[in-house]
């Protein structure tokens, strides 16, 4: 089974890395991305959109043979969920990493723009709960690696248009939140509950950390890849 890996913004398919011995032991061929424009200065990024982060993991899904599993990590949830709408039938399951599937005509989120990219705008930017469990060594770590990303991708919206995508079987690993804890706040999150409740076979996994479980508990992540994969 092939594994296309999304990574959220401002990461490449390097931050994947603790995931893929595993699942090659599991007998899969992972797939890790990483994403048009990433890294690259605003006079070749500008006119990248969300639409050609989502059409780059569907030309991964056409290369391969039968069906695939789509894994995408924060932000890049919003990518396979529009990859999951142009190819519903494609798709074995959508994994989502601490992250829940948007509902049409929503972006990621806003961040600061410098020199018309986005930076990654250093660890204080987000919340404490999120980052908790990044020690210092791995922090400067990771911060290393973050590319800038395209100016239009955060915000864009995205594009569903096949209802068929709630068809597909979908796992939601959450760092934090229980199932329970997770539907009590989509109950307040307006069209993203109504888009979760319309997913036909779902399940939440607690994974048990911040919203970085690749870099802060990489073992965790795997198994829980694998076994939603299987």
């Given at each position: ?188 999150w307006g069209g993203y509950g109504d888009e ?10 607690r994974i048990g950390s911040g919203h970085w ?18």
């Amino acid at each position: 089974m092939d594994i296309i890996l999304v990574p959220g913004l401002w990461l490449d398919a390097d931050s994947w890395g603790p995931a893929l011995a595993p699942l090659r032991e599991a007998g899969h061929n992972p797939r890790p991305l990483t994403l048009p424009g990433l890294g690259a200065p605003a006079s070749e990024t500008a006119g990248i959109r969300m639409s050609d982060w989502v059409a780059a993991v569907v030309a991964t899904i056409d290369e391969a043979d039968g069906q695939v599993v789509l894994v995408g990590h924060s932000g890049g949830g919003n990518v396979i969920w529009g990859a999951v709408d142009a190819r519903p039938d494609r798709v074995r399951r959508a994994v989502f990493v601490d992250t829940v599937p948007p509902p049409p005509g929503t972006g990621i989120s806003e961040f600061p723009v410098v020199d018309g990219v986005i930076p990654f705008p250093g660890w204080d930017f987000f919340d404490a709960e999120d980052v908790a469990d990044l020690d210092a060594p791995t922090r400067a770590a990771a911060a290393r690696t973050a590319r800038s990303v395209p100016v239009q991708v955060p915000t864009d919206p995205i594009a569903l248009t096949d209802v068929r995508r709630h068809d597909v079987p979908t796992t939601l690993l959450m760092g934090r939140f229980t199932q329970d804890e997770l539907e009590g706040y989509l109950e307040q999150w307006g069209g993203y509950g109504d888009e979760y409740r319309s997913i036909t076979h779902r399940e939440v996994v607690r994974i048990g950390s911040g919203h970085w479980p690749q870099f802060s508990a990489p073992e965790r992540l795997a198994e829980l890849l694998v076994a939603a994969v299987d």
